[in-house]
């Protein structure tokens, strides 16, 4: 080979290593840098000594360090020329190879909204810590829900919940000790590791402070909110020697605050875990009673109570269970709606109450009105509702319907009025306020709810001819209903004494309740009375025949 062509070829070579995106240096034996190409140099003084010594300390290993705001991947090989030992270095730029690690670490484990650990984390947070834990080491898992989260979102706007679900990750975390952690699981719920913990007081005390700091107001967006949460606290070892069943320990204890009073603290006893087990079998049976359609509908009538004319009916919910045996709705409709098996009894509600027009017509009246209740939260669900009011439409007989709905589902009247609302109207059903004067918004929901029907709830009308206050709220609310052009109906009308105080001192006409009728199945209303299939007006004149139905939702 000439000497022109090896010349040449140490040129290329030079031009070769100079070109490359990586930093190449080389050092003789005695450590001497006698090559660094462009990349290298532009490095500065650690990329062409620390860098190199680093990697030469440790051969058949990469050694990552951190220049500036980069970061660097070093490898360090022996090389021969000649008969001279040489050390090759390469150095190659991999910030954005960590920038996208720690990007798919945050999403695995971080929680974008919260910056707190996630499910993931927490739970491999706590498997680590009981597998460390030695006999006497001791903490706690409180679990975290806050309480109507979903009013918040509706009523103030997705971003204020969103702001509000940060606002009490901080605050809660202003609390802790920095061997504490907690965690954001999802939706508006928080799980919270306490450690190390000394004893049930102390542990109680320290989640009771947390609870309390959540009470206080958070001010979003130029409101004032009030929240609260629900929490649920078990305690390693007394309650479980692992994740999972701290986690539902604590869950339990927790649901016994939802159940009760929410905005508490309750620690788990081994009563909750049985009450679990009862909840599930419910569930589990609730399924299958949808899956086999074995849910039946109840009629109780609204009267005049001059005329005991008989003006409409409303359908109750009724669930046959294995044993033919009838439940009635307040044994199992809260865990119908906590789950979002609602939906789907309610249009089994909806097909059997339209196949029942015919006995509805023979036993009540061909012009009676039929309500039907609708829970607040279905209330708000456009699709749902949507669904629903498409599927009355279809009937033909929308025009005879009344929806009953709390002032719980008025309150989100960002949702109802807007959306669900107009298609009520559209295809000719009428709207009531059930249970008026407990929920949220009692007289501000009258001023702005175009509804047809005022239900003042029973509490009003129970033992009203023997308290003056009642009395006083009682016309209040009738003159209200009145002057918006609602009919106004008595419910809960129990003693000839509550009919007799509302015929004499109230313009009040409509009644439902015991006194008239009690909530009973068609078949049942039959046998009862054999008169009802001659004549309607032995079944709006009889109070004897004793046929009753409160709301498709709510308990009788």
Known sequence: MSQAMTSHRRSLLEAAIQALPVGVVVHDEQGVCILANAVARALGTRAVHDLPEAAIERPDHIVVEEIGERMFEASARPVMAERECYTLTTIADVTHHHRMQRDLIARAFIDAL?????????????????????????????????????????????????????????????????????????GDEFVLLLNPVVDKAST??????????????????????????????????????TYEVLRRQADNAMYRVKGGVKGGVSLFEETMSHAATARMAVEQRLRLAIRDRCFCCAFQ?????????????????????????????????????????????TLQVLAETVQSMPDIDEVFGPDVSVSLNIAAKQACDVPFMAAFCDALGATGLARRFVLELTEEAFFTKSRFQSEVLPRVRAIGARVSIDDFGVGYSSLGALAEITADELKIDRSFITDIDKRPRSQIVLKAIESLGLALGMSVVAEGVETYEEVAYLLGATQIRCAQGYYYARPLLIDQIRLSDPRVTASRASTTQSRASDFRAPGLMRRA
Do not use: C
Not at 220 to 233: K, Q, R, T, V
Not at 315 to 328: F, H, K, P, T, Y
């Open 204 to 241: 109680l005390s320290e989640v009771l402070d947390i609870s309390d700091r959540l009470k206080q107001p958070f001010f979003i967006d130029g409101h004032e909110i009030f929240a609260s949460a629900s929490m649920g606290l078990s305690l390693y070892p007394e309650h479980g020697t």
């Open 301 to 345: 009538p609204k009267v005049d109570m001059r005329t005991h004319e008989v003006l409409g009916v409303e359908v109750l919910l009724r669930w046959r269970d294995e044993l033919g045996m009838i439940q009635a709705p307040g044994d199992f409709i809260e865990l119908a709606i906590e789950l979002g098996l609602i939906n789907e009894i």
């Open 114 to 186: 919260t910056g707190l650990p996630n499910r993931t984390l927490f739970e491999q947070s706590i498997e680590e810590l009981v597998a460390e834990a030695g006999p006497g080491d001791r903490f706690a898992l409180a679990f975290i829900d806050l309480d109507n989260f979903k009013h918040i979102n509706d009523y103030y706007s997705h971003a204020a919940g969103d702001a509000l679900l940060r606002k009490v990750a901080d605050r809660i975390r202003s609390a802790l000790r920095p061997s504490d952690l907690l965690a954001r699981i999802g």
